[in-house]
């Protein structure tokens, strides 16, 4: 009968240790690729990497870096696929927000926003052979210009051992007061992006 308290306790402990080390911190690095929704009939690839670490079971910081391939909005890109010159606006961004997360450890859905900064940078091509089209892109190059970015998106966690896979939608817009700008035509510089990502945790 002694020895009944003792095992209490100590099965108290493990089951104590065991849900500690479920809950216990983790980070994860990934890649991801997307395709940007800018019009009916234009598409544009993204691509980047992010890192994640919880603060929470159900909290979580997160960085990310990439590549957005046009941030034209559809009625500028549809105006300008009619003539035989293409011109769009790419970004290089960095960016930090935070992440909600619900469900089970394997099935994680999520929303999130995140704040950063875009450099933005005009291109063109159609206007002829390879020289003149970088010549232009060589000009181009002294109008690139700097703008706060940010983020909404969610979409939903598979994790599995240490790995994770994130299936997800992302609506990006950049706040620009530039000329850039008026190519919105009154509309916003942003992307609706679909996006796929693989990583590990650790």
Not at 158 to 175: L, M, N, S, T
């Amino acid at each position: 009968m002694r020895t009944l308290p003792f095992a209490v306790i100590v099965v108290a402990a493990l089951c104590v240790t065991s849900s500690a080390s479920a809950q216990e911190p983790h980070a994860a690095v990934q890649a991801f690729g997307g395709i940007g929704v800018g019009s009916f009939t234009t598409t544009n690839t993204n691509f980047g990497g992010a890192v994640t670490a919880d603060l929470t079971p159900n909290i979580q910081v997160v960085g990310e870096a990439g590549r957005i391939g046009n941030m034209l909005p559809s009625m500028t890109q549809t105006l300008i696929g009619l003539g035989p010159v293409n011109f769009n606006v790419s970004a290089w961004y960095g960016q930090g927000g935070v992440r909600f997360t619900g469900g089970s450890a394997a099935l994680r859905p999520y929303v999130e926003t995140s704040a950063g900064i875009a450099r933005l940078q005009p291109h063109v091509s159609g206007i002829g052979s390879g020289l003149p089209t970088s010549i232009a892109n060589a000009g181009l190059a002294f109008l690139n210009q700097t703008a706060p970015i940010a983020s909404l998106g969610g979409g939903v966690m598979i994790q599995g051992g240490p790995f994770v896979a994130d299936i997800g939608y992302r609506y990006k817009r950049v706040f620009s007061d530039t000329w850039m700008q008026t190519l919105a035509l009154g509309d916003s510089l942003s992307t609706n992006e679909v996006r796929v990502g693989f990583g590990v945790r650790f």
